[in-house]
């Protein structure tokens, strides 16, 4: 029987069609690689290269072979919706959007749908490219973007990293060849690449951006933003890169002021730009005076916040605290950025100003405001902090009551400082953990310095795993009893370990197994 591909191609109208608008998102006209790609696609159909071979009604499989400089297999699947091809190509290739067309052909006009792919083309990336200007370069952001993120299209929260990933690999065909723009172009790219998604997340109903796949994408971009701008700071400034710098801060700016939601977020890439990139001390205060005459921010903008920046910034620190008297336990997270950015702008005794404003309040902020499943991250940031300043002992009290359950590792560092170990043995008897964190808690340090103090700690482990009556356990217990009789040697009570484990033996003389262990073992 005779294989109808006009019939096959009018029954899977609404695929071939389907398919053929994601092709119009996903290729632009404005590029070369892509007008190329498509022309290629359309002269196959017009030269008869792309042959349809068989249909499996099975499984719903058309088979096509193109003719073309290395031939290649194209498979459509009309169940699964996907197609297939055998070229290296990863997205799009004129293979693919060729057996596509060749099927288009039977209910429309190829060069209809060509022309009108073409129409959309407005200016090639590559001449804008050409001109380099900070203009240009938002032209060159727009004409990607808007092929990616047309209007009103809701975004699937997957496909958010897939959309700035896309984005940015059409950009970087197109960078400066010159080492010393690179950095630069790929700042620019990535900032506006992020100011244009959360516009459109703003403008489109239906998108929320409190979802783990935002957070991902939030944290992809930061990731990249850091590592651009450590490179960036490694190269020297060119006189000419002046009005990219000028656009980047207003770029910045409209993403803190412009743009709603998860503010936070926002504060922290403006932080980062302005402790890294923004250097000048003219261009902070041009910012600061800008900032002060804002009317009518919305709700969510903390101007307070945004003057504390640029208080720490340009060495204000009357103003700074005087401001900070006023904080209060809702600003924590605000203050928490503002004191990791002091932190990294190298401003150290802006940041101990910052911390001790902060810790008056910080107990109720980690242990009630944060959910549980942050306050170790929080606790650990906090720590590496603090240990940039030099705390009075009523201060590093306060900080490790503070932290509580979660800052017992910070906390017992603090203890073997200060030469407190029977109170670092007796806090780690309140809190038991395992060994293995003990060690990262400086149990070593202290079996160096007194090891007596660690014996009733021994102790309380060794019983822990007799408790669970198994053989394993008691093969555990036995090698902590092994290093308690270390701990006693050194500490010169080797005649109380054997009193202890002749005691140990009595009480548990029931037990077999472990009998047989500490034998083994030779406790005895």
Avoid at 131 to 156: A, F, H, Q, T
Avoid at 431 to 458: F, H, I, R, W
């Amino acid at each position: 029987m005779a294989l109808s591909i006009s019939q096959l191609a009018k029954d899977h109208q609404e695929f071939v069609l389907t398919k053929l608008k994601e092709i119009e998102q996903g290729l632009h006209p404005s590029s070369t690689e892509d007008e190329e790609l498509v022309r290629r696609a359309v002269f196959s159909v017009r030269n008869k290269s792309i042959v349809f071979e068989r249909f499996n009604g099975v499984s719903s499989i058309l088979y096509a072979s193109v003719q073309d400089v290395r031939p290649a297999s194209v498979e459509i699947d009309f169940f699964k919706e996907e197609l297939r091809c055998n070229c290296p190509q990863i997205k799009w290739c004129r293979h693919r959007v060729g057996a596509l067309l060749a099927l288009y052909q039977y209910f429309d006009s190829v060069q209809d749908w060509s022309s009108a792919w073409r129409a959309q083309k407005s200016a090639q990336l590559k001449t804008l490219a050409a001109d380099r200007s900070p203009e240009s370069w938002r032209m060159m952001v727009d004409e990607v973007m808007k092929r990616l993120l047309p209007p009103g299209r809701i975004i699937e929260g997957y496909g958010l990293s897939a959309i700035r990933t896309d984005a940015l690999e059409r950009l970087r065909r197109h960078m400066p060849y010159e080492r010393e723009w690179q950095p630069l172009y790929k700042l620019f790219m990535e900032l506006a690449i992020l100011n244009t998604i959360w516009r459109h997340l703003n403008e489109t109903p239906g998108h929320s951006l409190d979802s783990p796949y935002m957070k991902y994408f939030i944290d992809q971009s930061n990731q990249s933003f850091e590592s651009i701008l450590t490179e960036l700071t490694n190269r020297s400034r060119l006189f000419a890169t002046d009005p990219f710098y000028d656009a980047l801060q207003e770029l910045v700016r409209e993403f803190l002021l412009e743009q709603k939601g998860l503010f936070p977020v926002r504060l922290h890439l403006y932080m980062l730009l302005w402790a890294v990139l923004f250097y000048e001390k003219s261009r902070r205060e041009q910012e600061l005076v800008y900032l002060n005459q804002l009317e009518n921010p919305s709700g969510e903008i903390s101007l307070s916040s945004l003057q504390l920046l640029f208080y720490v910034l340009l060495q204000k620190e009357d103003l700074l605290q005087e401001n900070l008297a006023q904080v209060d336990l809702s600003q924590m997270h605000e203050l928490f950025e503002l004191a990791t950015f002091a932190q990294r702008a190298g401003e150290t005794h802006a940041l101990a100003v910052i911390l001790r404003a902060i810790l008056p309040l910080l107990e109720a902020f980690l242990q009630t405001v944060l959910p549980v499943v942050q306050r170790a991250p929080y606790v650990r940031q906090f720590q590496l902090l603090f240990d940039e300043i030099e705390l009075t002992e009523k201060e590093e009290a306060m900080l490790y009551s503070a932290f509580g359950v979660y800052g017992i590792q910070p906390f017992s560092n603090f203890l073997i400082r200060k030469g407190r170990y029977r109170e670092w043995a007796a806090l780690h008897q309140l809190n038991p953990s395992s060994l293995s964190y003990l060690e990262m808690c400086g149990l070593k340090d202290v079996l160096q310095v007194e090891p007596a103090t660690v014996l009733p700690l021994y102790h309380v482990y060794a019983m822990a795993e007799i408790t669970q009556k198994s053989r394993m356990n008691y093969k555990q217990a036995v090698r902590i009893w092994k290093s308690m009789r270390s701990a006693a040697k050194r500490a010169g009570k080797t005649a109380y370990f054997e009193t202890y484990m002749n005691t140990i033996r009595t009480e548990f003389k029931r037990l077999r197994a472990l009998q047989e262990e500490i034998e083994k073992g030779n406790l005895v």
